[in-house]
C-alpha cells in the first residue's frame, strides 16, 4: 500500500450520521468502509452542507488538485494510489464484484430510493424534518425538495412506464428489492465477509446500502422487516460498525444518557408525536376559520351587515311608521333620504372604490 506525508493526506467530505451510524447517506457510508478495509489515512469531514466540499456533492474525496464524488471514480482512484481491498481476489471474484455492484444499483437502490424520498409519509414526518435539523439555512428550504424530485425522477424513469401506474411501480421495485436482499444473503451464506475472512469493495456497498435499511428508524420500512429475518446481513452490518466503527466513549456516555432519560420519562413514539399532532390540528382549525372569515369579507356579507348597524346607529330616534297597514305596521320603516340628497349605501360603496 502507498504512504501518505502529511501534506499529502486525503480528504473525504461525507454526510453527517445518525443512530449509530458514521452516515445516513449509501454512498459516503460504501466510501467510508472501503477507506476502513483498505487503510486509507483520509481525514474525514462530516458535515450537512453539500456545498462545503470542493465539488459541492458529498460524498466527496480530494487529494491535491483532484477531487473525486462518484464512488466508482472513488474507488479507481483508491486503486491507482495502490490503495485498495479488492488485491487478493481471484478474476471470477472480481467478476462476482462487478455482477452484484450492478444488481446493488438496479435492484436495491429504487427502493431505497423510494423509502427515503417518495413514500409520502416517510417524507413529511421523517426524512425532510431530518434533513432540516442537520442543512444550514437557506438550504434546508430547497435543496431536500431538489432531492426527492432527483430520486422520483431516477425511479420512474428507470423502474416506470407508459401502462404502469405509480402502485404498480412500488410493488415492482419492493420485490425486485427482497429478491436482491436474498440473493445477497445467499451468497454470503456463513462466511465472515462475501469473499472470506477479509473485506473487498462488495462489502463495502453492501454495507452502504443495508445500514440505513436497518439502523434508521423510518415510519414506514418493508425492506427493514424483510431484511431481518436474513441474519447472515444483519451480523455483516452490525459486525463492520462494530470492528470498523466503533462509537467513542463520549458517543457512548451520550447514548445511554438518552436512553436513560427515556426511560425515566416513560416515554415512547406515541407520547411524543401526540403533541405534534394536537398542535397541528389546531393550527388547521385556525387556517379554516381565517378562511371562512376572509370569504365572508370577500364575498359582501359581512359588509351588508354591517351597513344595516351603521344606519341604526347613526339614527336611534327614528319613529316607527303609524300607517294604518297590517303589513307595515310593526316594521320599522328606514330613513327617506331622497331629500336631502344623501344615500349611505352610495356614501359606503363610494368609500370602498378609495
Not at 454512498?27 to 466540499?53: E, H, I, M, Q
Not at 483508491?78 to 446493488?104: I, P, T
Request: proline share 6%; glycine share 6%; aromatic share 10%.
Amino acid at each position: 500500500m502507498a504512504k501518505v506525508n502529511d501534506g499529502d493526506k486525503m480528504e473525504l467530505h461525507v454526510w453527517k450520521g445518525d443512530w449509530g451510524l458514521p452516515s445516513i447517506d449509501p454512498n459516503s457510508l460504501s466510501v467510508l468502509a472501503y477507506c476502513k478495509f483498505s487503510g486509507v489515512p483520509v481525514d474525514v469531514k462530516v458535515t450537512g452542507n453539500p456545498y462545503r466540499s470542493p465539488t459541492g456533492e458529498l460524498p466527496s474525496l480530494r487529494h491535491n488538485d483532484v477531487s473525486e464524488t462518484d464512488v466508482n471514480t472513488i474507488f479507481t482512484y483508491l486503486r491507482k494510489q495502490n490503495w485498495g481491498s479488492d488485491f487478493e481476489l481471484s478474476a471470477k471474484q472480481s467478476a462476482d464484484v462487478l455482477a452484484f455492484s450492478a444488481m446493488l444499483e438496479e435492484k436495491l437502490l429504487p427502493a431505497l430510493l423510494h423509502l427515503w424520498w417518495i413514500d409520502g409519509k416517510t417524507y413529511v414526518d421523517f426524512t425532510r424534518p431530518w434533513y432540516n435539523k442537520i442543512m444550514p439555512f437557506p438550504l434546508n428550504f430547497f435543496l431536500p425538495g431538489r432531492k426527492q424530485k432527483a430520486a422520483s425522477l431516477r425511479v420512474f424513469l428507470t423502474k416506470g412506464g407508459e401502462n404502469i401506474n405509480n402502485s404498480d411501480v412500488e410493488a415492482k421495485i419492493y420485490k425486485e428489492a427482497k429478491e436482491c436482499l436474498n440473493l445477497l444473503s445467499y451468497k454470503l451464506a456463513d462466511k465472515e465477509y462475501m469473499f472470506g475472512q477479509q473485506p473487498s469493495s462488495l462489502d463495502a456497498l453492501v454495507f452502504g446500502y443495508l445500514a440505513p435499511i436497518l439502523k434508521a428508524p423510518l415510519p414506514s420500512n418493508q425492506l427493514q422487516n424483510h431484511l431481518r429475518q436474513c441474519d447472515n446481513l444483519c451480523n455483516l452490518v452490525n459486525k463492520i460498525l462494530l470492528r470498523f466503527f466503533p462509537l467513542s466513549k463520549a458517543e457512548i456516555e451520550e447514548k445511554q444518557k438518552k436512553e436513560e432519560e427515556a426511560r425515566k420519562a416513560g416515554v415512547t413514539p406515541e407520547d411524543t408525536e401526540f403533541p405534534h399532532k394536537r398542535r397541528n390540528m389546531v393550527l388547521a382549525a385556525i387556517f379554516a376559520g381565517t378562511a371562512m372569515v376572509g370569504y365572508a369579507f370577500m364575498s359582501g356579507l359581512i359588509q351588508l351587515r354591517m351597513a344595516d348597524f351603521q344606519q341604526q346607529e347613526e339614527f336611534p330616534g327614528q319613529q316607527k311608521n303609524t300607517n294604518n297597514s297590517a303589513d307595515s305596521s310593526n316594521s320599522p320603516k328606514p330613513p327617506d333620504f331622497s331629500a336631502s340628497g344623501f344615500d349611505p349605501m352610495f356614501e359606503e360603496r363610494s368609500n370602498e372604490g378609495e
